[in-house]
């Protein structure tokens, strides 16, 4: 989270093997907007939470994924590796 020209997540084998698929995008969701965006817990909404929402559902992802990526683009990029990365995520973030 601290180095922005590094992405770097570490899941557990264990957790990750036995989550389904909805509960992998969630994670990955939460530690790359960690990572790619510096955002800590308690901004962006329900995703940026520190724990799991006790009901996981499809609708409540895409729900709370929206709601995060609206959030993603009031950011402004203040450390940035390379133009082109920032480039590349706000190309990203427009398609959503
Ligand atoms: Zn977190």
Redesign the pocket.
Known sequence: MDDNCVLKIQVDYSNWNDADNIKRLWIMY??LT?DLFNV??GHGGPM?D?SLPSELTKENFLKSKQTLINYLKLIKFKETCSKKGEDKLRELLKKN
């Open positions: 939460h530690e960690h800590e817990h940026m520190p």
